[in-house]
């Protein structure tokens, strides 16, 4: 029997959170944009250092009111993938906020930022000593594109292995 892992995703509107899942559930991408509204549920089963896990991944929807999240949602949650748009400076500033206003349930829950969008890098407004700082405050961050599916899987590999307790193999560069 495998052990159920709920993940939650955040960020703003429009970052990809929705579109990662489908990459990552289903292999698939729709260039269709549909809002989110409340939460939608999906699940996956995968074999993470040898242990088999169902993932329940709760997409919850983008918001830049803070207080519009449900903190019912985040109950029992084992990790967390914040998106960011890598064209959108400011949805860097969304996640930061979620992190702040939520701190009190999201401390010590492993987490990934996901830089969604490496397929238009060349218009990215997030640059390189963005990351580094985030790299520095202790974030794990992927750069991602669910269009192309760059790094999707590997992305929930590595926070499912965070939530298993392991620490991460970081390939040189």
């Not at 890598?86 to 990934?112: E, M, S």
Request: glycine letters at 8%; a negative charge; proline letters at 1%.
């Amino acid at each position: 029997m495998s052990a159920q892992k709920k993940i939650c995703m955040l960020g703003s509107f429009g970052v990809g959170k929705t579109s990662l899942v489908s990459r990552f559930v289903h292999s698939i991408f729709s260039e269709e944009y549909l809002t989110t509204i409340g939460v939608k549920i999906d699940k996956k089963e995968m074999s993470v250092a040898g242990e088999d896990l169902q993932l329940i991944l709760w997409d919850l929807a983008g918001d830049d009111r803070f207080d519009n999240l449900q903190s019912s949602y985040l109950m029992g949650i084992s990790g967390f993938l914040l998106v960011v748009d890598g064209c959108r400076y400011d949805t860097l500033k969304v996640a930061k906020t979620i992190l702040d206003k939520n701190q009190a349930q999201l401390r010590n829950v492993p987490f990934l930022c996901l830089i969604n969008k490496s397929d238009l890098e060349a218009d990215w407004e997030i640059r390189k000593e963005h990351i580094d700082l985030m790299t520095q405050a202790g974030w794990h961050v992927r750069k991602t594109s669910a269009k192309d599916g760059d790094s999707v899987e590997e992305s929930f590999h590595d926070l499912a292995t965070l939530m298993l307790g392991k620490d991460l193999v970081v390939l040189p560069g």
